[in-house]
């Protein structure tokens, strides 16, 4: 049985007249009973009259190079460099690298520990003559310690010996 929805799926074809002849009859049967689908039948057969009765219009003989030229004068400006994630992600991986680098090398995050020679900063690197001296220093008085506490067989008195210029807190200079 024919309904609105079938005979419109079938609309293209019936104004091509393309439909077979007993599918064609089946769909005019059904015009007769339902005047609202008539009316969508009606109106799409005007408006196909008109497109078929329109003026055609012909291009220029020079209108495919002109639109052609076009096209690659628009794709040879649209080729600007541009960043995609890929080169935003290597650019972001760059900064931090550079940053943890910097950070370990003039901060106090890369202090080294060294019982002989106490603690020193990275950020000591930057004056290697006052950095000797210091380390200098801090090695003889760990080595009198030493000797001292070699002498001594109570664990009582090495805290009386410790030397606290000996001890040295991270970001201490």
Request: hydrophobic share 35%; charged share 30%; with cysteine.
């Amino acid at each position: 049985m024919m309904t609105c929805d079938k005979a419109k799926a079938l609309l293209s074809d019936y104004i091509d007249e393309t439909l077979e002849p007993g599918v064609k009859k089946e769909i005019d049967e059904f015009l007769e009973r339902d005047p609202e689908c008539k009316n969508i039948f009606m109106e799409s057969l005007s408006i196909s009259e008109k497109i078929k009765n329109l003026q055609s219009v012909l291009p220029s003989e020079d209108f495919d190079s002109n639109l052609r030229n076009e096209i690659i004068k628009i794709n040879n400006e649209e080729k600007t460099p541009a960043l995609n994630k890929k080169g935003l992600s290597l650019i972001f991986s760059g900064t931090v690298l550079a940053a943890s680098i910097y950070f370990f090398i003039f901060t106090d995050i890369g202090v080294q520990q060294n019982i002989q020679e106490g603690s020193m900063p990275s950020s000591a690197i930057g004056n290697p003559a006052a950095s000797f001296q210091d380390e200098k220093n801090a090695e003889d008085k760990f080595v009198e310690a030493k000797e001292d506490e070699t002498k001594s067989d109570s664990l009582k008195n090495v805290p009386e010996k410790v030397n606290s210029e000996n001890i040295h807190l991270t970001g201490d200079k």
